[in-house]
């Protein structure tokens, strides 16, 4: 790989690991074996780039459980290895098994969470009503239950995403459970705060902005995407209903949070310009104690007006629903889509406006 670090996703019981690359325009493909079963849903490791956590259906008795492990791909595999064998010369290679996160106890696993920052010891996974928190020990070999706590109300409760929040030293994390998003403490596995009826129907996924330390973005089957400031819960700071269907994906841009893109079962990826509530709303870097300090701020800055926030652009590249979005963690600029049809969509934000944002 020349410029950026690759792609990571499961097809059925394979996990794809994606080079491209940037100079040359050209990607490459090597195939990873998962034979334990069917991925759903797939996360690596911020800390060690070759460790990754997958959860996969395993048939138990007369149901299948989702459970959860942590794997480590070759040594050759992994990002800035520099060796992208050709797709038809290329063998399948093997994960190795670091350790299982599975408790059955707890029922199937719905997605496991990294901690932001730190060395990597330290996941998050969503079980049914449970959110675990997990020690991974000598190596990632072993995982020791560190705290949980558990949803508590009427009905058959179940997380459907979790986001851990790289701000307040990674002491919070979101998930959603149905319509209602709700914040953690990991110190004592205790509810910070919760927003009922966040969306109109299940939420789907969830990010924090990565500048702005109480901002949560979120998303879900009433095809909107909701922007709220966890410090005040009772509505949202922004909404946008630019999607016709069901809405499985949002993510904020790493570096410059006004970019946010969202994936959809209309089959569109959605670049968005939210500059309003992001970190540079005047063009310069601002922390919400200069943004609340209004008197004393100078008369020309009070007068300028932020730009309006817009649809930068509307990708429609693929045929089916598009089930994940993501940046790039090397290359702000660049970012990738993925359909249920399996097509992997690799593209670029607008050079115009990256200079406008640089300049």
């Known amino acids: ?24 325009n050209i990607i490459n493909k090597n195939v990873l074996l998962h034979q334990v079963g069917e991925i759903w849903h797939i996360s690596a490791s911020p800390a060690d780039k070759g460790v990754l956590a997958t959860c996969y ?10 459970c959860a492990a942590v794997w480590r791909m ?18 399948a290679h093997t994960l190795e098994l670091l350790c299982h996160l599975d408790d059955t106890a707890h029922g199937s696993v719905a997605c496991v969470v990294w901690e932001p920052t730190g060395d990597g ?58 319509t209602t998003i709700r914040g953690w403490d990991t110190r004592s596995m205790s509810q910070i705060y919760c927003i009922e009826n966040a969306h109109g129907q299940l939420v789907r996924d969830l990010d924090f902005n990565p500048n702005k330390q109480y901002y949560l973005a979120s998303c879900g089957d009433d095809c909107k995407v909701k922007f709220w400031d966890t410090r005040n819960v ?30 959809s079962s209309d089959s569109r990826v ?19 104690d200069d943004l609340s300090d209004q008197e004393e701020r100078r008369p020309e800055e009070k007068s300028q007006e932020p730009p309006q926030d817009s ?49």
Not at 74 to 90: A, C, F, R, V
């Open 57 to 66: 259906n395993k048939p138990s008795d007369s149901k299948v459980l989702t």
């Open 270 to 288: 959605i670049l968005s310009n939210m500059v309003s509530i992001s970190s540079e709303p005047f063009g310069h870097l601002v922390d919400d």
């Open 234 to 263: 009772t509505e949202p700071v922004k909404t946008l209903e630019e999607h016709s269907h069901w809405v499985w994906s949002v993510r904020y841009n790493h570096s410059h949070d006004q970019l946010v893109l969202t994936g």
């Open 121 to 178: 010891r330290r996941v998050i996974s969503l079980a049914d009503s449970h959110i675990l928190l997990w020690d991974l020990q000598e190596s990632s070999s072993q995982a020791v239950l560190a705290g949980s706590a558990s949803l508590e109300g009427k009905g058959q409760l179940k997380f459907t995403a979790g986001r851990w929040s790289p701000h307040h030293t990674c002491t919070q994390v979101a998930t959603a459970n149905d």
């Open 74 to 91: 070759p040594k050759e595999l992994e990002p800035g290895s520099h060796e992208s064998p050709d797709d038809s010369s290329s063998p």
């Open 1 to 24: 790989m020349e410029d950026d670090a690759p792609v990571i996703y499961g097809l059925e019981f394979q996990i794809h690991i994606i080079d491209f690359d940037d100079e040359n």
């Open 311 to 359: 649809v930068i652009a509307t990708y429609e590249e693929h045929e089916d629903s598009v089930y994940a979005v993501d940046w790039s963690s090397a290359d702000p600029w660049l970012f990738a889509s993925l359909s249920y049809d399996g097509r992997l969509v690799i593209n670029r934000v607008p050079r115009a406006l990256k200079y406008h944002i640089l300049l």
